[in-house]
């Protein structure tokens, strides 16, 4: 049976800084374990149209991914269906997701959030780099807290 919230990290271990979202995951299954109850936890190295279909039956999610373009040492946005560049890519964005949804089920999906997590190398091969252990520590006790409150309200007044 789905659990209502789906936690959703992506990025390639081998990669360096592309890592923070399994990386992040790995952390919550250890260090968090109590808050998963009502979390199904889900990882790929990259986000595909067929991904569209866990959406299904969730009252929240949450994708995880590593980014350069962050403000911070984490960013926390909505998520809104948007077919953008990514749509007819083999790998997709989360908002391209979202709209593979609603045009699959024809209605909305259900609230989505992005949890970006600031990288700054990501060759392959590369280890984490300092900075990037750093934000993931940063992101992962914010991870926790939207966990101890799994409610769109609560999340929504998150959004940074």
């Not at 209502?4 to 990386?23: E, K, Q, T």
């Not at 984490?128 to 999340?155: D, G, I, K, T, Y």
């Amino acid at each position: 049976m789905l659990k209502p919230v789906l936690i959703f990290a992506y990025g390639n271990l081998s990669r360096g800084d592309d890592a923070l979202g399994p990386l992040l995951l790995e952390h919550l299954e250890t260090s968090a374990a109590p808050l998963l109850h009502s979390v199904d936890i889900l990882t790929d190295f990259q986000l595909q149209i067929e991904h569209a279909l866990d959406l299904e039956n969730r009252d929240l999610v949450l994708f995880i991914d590593a980014s350069v373009a962050c403000q911070h040492a984490y960013d926390f946005t909505e998520l809104e269906p948007a077919f953008d560049h990514t749509y007819t890519t083999h790998a997709m964005s989360p908002a391209a997701v979202l709209a593979v949804y609603q045009s699959i089920k024809k209605h909305m999906p259900p609230p989505c959030f992005l949890l970006s997590i600031k990288g700054e190398h990501f060759e392959l091969g590369e280890s984490l780099s300092v900075a990037a252990e750093q934000h993931l520590l940063q992101a992962a006790q914010f991870a926790e807290q939207l966990l101890n409150r799994p409610h769109v309200a609560a999340w929504r007044q998150a959004v940074i």
